[in-house]
């Protein structure tokens, strides 16, 4: 783990590993065994777990820059108006990802059992 690099650096590398997954798994079989789609799965879930902790740290920082009077609006907006709506937004970003965490959980779980035919 390259703890070294931007932060945006580290989210556009995770979000090109997406779309890699997504352009692999494209109408191809790229599964051989039940195994390696909960394998993958479970790796998703993983990421999709972490997702809240990151934006919750992420809404961190864009406070402390707020409340150091850091940030201007380039729209003459009000700040404080607008990072509450940022606040908002991402905790509802958090909450769907919680939620979408648990379903995958569920679906691994199930997942777990299946095998290919001997």
């Not at 650096?9 to 191809?28: D, F, K, P, Y």
């Not at 997702?51 to 707020?66: C, D, H, K, S, V």
């Not at 509802?92 to 691994?108: C, E, M, P």
């Amino acid at each position: 783990m390259n703890l070294n690099r931007e932060p945006a650096t580290i989210a556009r590398s995770a979000a090109e590993e997406i779309r890699a997954l997504n352009h692999r798994t494209l109408g191809t079989r790229a599964f051989e065994e039940p195994s390696q789609i909960y394998s993958t799965i479970n790796e998703l879930k993983q990421a999709v777990w972490g997702m809240p902790q990151a934006i919750e740290q992420i809404w961190g920082e864009l406070r402390t820059m707020r409340d150091a009077g850091t940030i201007r609006m380039d729209n003459g907006s009000d700040i404080t108006e607008a990072a509450e709506t940022a606040r908002q937004e991402l905790n509802d970003a958090r909450q769907l990802l919680a939620q979408a965490g648990q379903a995958l959980d569920r679906a691994t779980g199930i997942l777990s059992h299946m095998g290919g035919q001997w």
